[in-house]
Every structure is written in structure tokens, then in C-alpha cells.
């Protein structure tokens, strides 16, 4: 009888976890180049029970399932698809590869959110203040920033206020041999996480490296569609769990009261 209930609750917590993933998908749809949770479920360990059939010695070994758990928690790397931008200072990555940005202190983080903006210096800044790293160097009072121009490969040029051509440097990208055990933070930035190996850059466009796309961000790879179906499902599921672990713990009551 408690096995049964050890089952029925580590269902329980097994899709109330499944639930919280899909909600949280669900809230993240519209978030630039967020990356959908998914959940890996694994087996708790089995319980070897000695199965007596008739009145003979010994007998078969059976196994007894303990329920699910959740394993793990995986970022699903998939992209989201390009949608156009007004602004010439947001950009996206078509292909592999992460933006690098600090935030001044040392910090050092990844993106694949270029929603980026120019400051009164002419860096290129996140919305939460980070800098695009390598800097560039666009001088805003001799640069005229409407005139922005940034190549597929990440080479970026603008046209000085007299109308002289003037490259501004290039964009690198970075990237990882297991890019999804990044850490994610807020704001649409990763944490480096040593699992996820030695940290590449590159040139966009080289060496697998996606590349460049300006004027245009990229989208959730959320399937709406599909999450609601999970969510639905999970739900369910969880009535079914809590209704078995309600029955478990009746008949477990009553087994205490029966007379000896």
C-alpha cells in the first residue's frame, strides 16, 4: 500500500513539474530567441519482489516500478524563426553562434538576443545596460547612425556626416560544444557553465558559424500549440495521480482499523 502511494506522489510532483515547464514556455512566447524548456523524465529505482504462486518453495522475481522523476531539465536549442526589426541596431543570428556582451564589471555573458541599441558613446548596449563585446568603435558625433551597415559576416561600416565611407570593426560570435548547459540568467543572457566546454569565437559565416542578419531578431522557438497540449495532458494526469494517491491513503487508513 505505500509503494502505491510513493508511486501516485512522485507522479504528482512529476507533472506539477511538467506543468510549471509548459507555463513558463507559455509566458516566455513572445521573449526574443528564447529557447523552450523541455522536460526528461527518468524510472525511480525498481523494488525485486519475491512473487510466491501455489504452495511451492521459492518462486519467480518480479519487478516493482517506484514512479517517475524528473531527470532533467534541458534547454531545447532549436531556432526560432527571423522576423524583420525597424531599429538597424537589432540583430540576429541565422545559425550557430552566441553575441558576447559584459556588463563593465568583468562580468561576461552569451546572448542570441540582439536587441541591442547605441549609447551616448556609440557602443552598442543591451537593454539591460551590456556591452556588446568586442566594442566597436563608432564615434556618434563624426558617424551618422542611420547610415548603420552590418554585413552577414559581422562587418560593420557607416558613412560619416561628409559622406565618406568608414568601417567601424567586426562582430564575432561565440560558441560551445554543449551550448545548452549554459546557465540562463534574466534578461535573455547565459552564464558560461564548464560543462558546457571550451569557449570558441569566430568570424560569422566561418567554420559552421551562422550568420549575420541586421534589422531583424529572432523569435521564441515556443510552439504554442503544442505546450497547451502538454499542459492539458499534464494536468490530467496530475487529477489521475492525486485521485489514486487519495484512494491509496483510504484504503490505508482502513487496513489500520481492520480487526486482527
Given at each position: 500500500m505505500l509503494s502505491a502511494m510513493d508511486r501516485s506522489l512522485s507522479g504528482l510532483i512529476a507533472r506539477q513539474a511538467m506543468i510549471d515547464v509548459a507555463a513558463d514556455n507559455i509566458a516566455n512566447i513572445n521573449t526574443t530567441a528564447f529557447k523552450k524548456n523541455e522536460a526528461i523524465f527518468g524510472e525511480l529505482l525498481y523494488d525485486s519482489l519475491r512473487v510466491r504462486r501455489g504452495p511451492v518453495i521459492g518462486g519467480e522475481?518480479?519487478?516493482?516500478?517506484?514512479?517517475?522523476?524528473?531527470?532533467?531539465?534541458t534547454k531545447n536549442q532549436l531556432q526560432g524563426s527571423l522576423s524583420p526589426s525597424e531599429s538597424r541596431t537589432n540583430?540576429?543570428?541565422?545559425?550557430?553562434?552566441?553575441?558576447?556582451?559584459?556588463?563593465?564589471?568583468?562580468?561576461?555573458?552569451?546572448t542570441r538576443a540582439g536587441t541591442f541599441q547605441l549609447d551616448s558613446e556609440g557602443n552598442f548596449v543591451t537593454p539591460g545596460g551590456e556591452y556588446l563585446e568586442p566594442r566597436l568603435e563608432l564615434d556618434v558625433e563624426k558617424i551618422d547612425p542611420r547610415s548603420l551597415r552590418i554585413s552577414p559576416a559581422g562587418q560593420v561600416s557607416g558613412l560619416s556626416y561628409d559622406g565618406e565611407d568608414v568601417s567601424l570593426g567586426k562582430i564575432s560570435l561565440y560558441y560551445f560544444t554543449n551550448s545548452a548547459t549554459l546557465r540562463p540568467l534574466a534578461g535573455g543572457l547565459l552564464a558560461y557553465a564548464?560543462?558546457?566546454?571550451?569557449?570558441?569565437?569566430?568570424?560569422?559565416?566561418?567554420?559552421?558559424?551562422g550568420t549575420i542578419q541586421q534589422g531583424f531578431?529572432?523569435?521564441?522557438?515556443?510552439?504554442?500549440?503544442?505546450?497547451?497540449?502538454?499542459?492539458?495532458?499534464?494536468?490530467r494526469s496530475l487529477q489521475a495521480n492525486a485521485r489514486a494517491l487519495t484512494t491509496a491513503e483510504e484504503l490505508w487508513a482502513l487496513s489500520l482499523y481492520q480487526p486482527s
Open positions: 522475481t518480479v519487478q516493482s516500478g517506484r514512479g517517475v522523476k524528473i531527470a532533467a531539465l540583430l540576429a543570428i541565422q545559425g550557430k553562434g552566441f553575441f558576447r556582451v559584459s556588463d563593465g564589471r568583468g562580468n561576461v555573458f552569451y564548464p560543462a558546457a566546454g571550451a569557449i570558441e569565437v569566430g568570424s560569422p559565416g566561418e567554420g559552421g558559424l531578431q529572432e523569435e521564441s522557438n515556443v510552439n504554442l500549440a503544442q505546450e497547451l497540449v502538454n499542459l492539458i495532458r499534464a494536468q
